[in-house]
Structure formats: C-alpha cells, structure tokens
C-alpha cells in the first residue's frame, strides 16, 4: 500500500503559478504511473496529468497543455505537477493518485490510492 500526501496548495492571482507536491510512503512508487487529478466544488474529479514510470510519458488534459508540467522523482519518492499562468477555473482541490500499472498513461489510469488534496485557489 501506497501513502501519498501533496502539499504545495494556496491562493494565488491569476497568472501566478504553483508548484505541487506529492510525497509517497509505504512502498517506493517508482514502478508505478502517477497522475494529479482536480476536483472542482459539485464536478467530478477529472484528470489533469499524468506520467508513467516505463518511459516517463507524460499526458496532459486539453486545459492545461502548455501551463502545467508533471515531473517526477523516483529516488525522492516524489511527483510534482508546476502550474504556471493560472486561471480561475484551475480552482480546485488537486489530488495525486497512483496506478500500479507502470505502463498506463491518461484516461485509461485509475488510482488504487490517492493523497488528501491540496486546496489551489485563483483569483482574478
């Protein structure tokens, strides 16, 4: 079992940025493919991005090519997703969540466990 907890949340104008943190304990997820979902008030959590193990393939939902960047740190145990030009809609509690397919990348992952949340909130 995988603990993940992200950090890295708060309240920043529009077009500021973000950098978010995921830290995983437990087990080592190293050879598991990790995604960053967000989950705005009365919508469901969708995908954001995510970045498989075998190859380092990153995915990234229409709304936020070009602005965000998933990363990752198998040695540290750490994933970060940097948000840059933030929008109002980026507005959401964001998640990490781990698949333990190393090979599976964008909508088809699905996390067997996810962190707390941390709270991202832009003002325009």
């Known amino acids: 079992q995988v603990q993940l907890v992200e950090s890295g949340g708060g309240l920043v104008q529009a077009g500021g940025s973000l950098r978010l943190s995921c830290a995983a304990s437990g087990r080592a997820f190293s050879s598991y493919s990790v995604g960053w979902f967000r989950q705005a008030p009365g919508k469901e959590r969708d995908l954001v991005a995510s970045?498989?193990?075998?190859?380092?393939?990153?995915y990234y939902a229409d709304s936020v090519k070009g602005r965000f960047t998933i990363s990752r740190d198998n040695a540290g145990n750490m994933v970060y997703l940097q948000m840059n030009s933030l929008k109002p809609e980026d507005t959401a509690v964001y998640y990490c969540?781990?698949?333990?397919?190393?090979?599976?990348?964008?909508?088809?992952?699905?996390?067997?466990?996810w962190g707390q949340g941390t709270q991202v909130t832009v003002s325009s």
């Open positions: 970045i498989t193990w075998v190859g380092s393939r990153t």
């Open positions: 969540g781990v698949d333990l397919n190393p090979w599976v990348a964008g909508p088809q992952l699905t996390p067997s466990s």
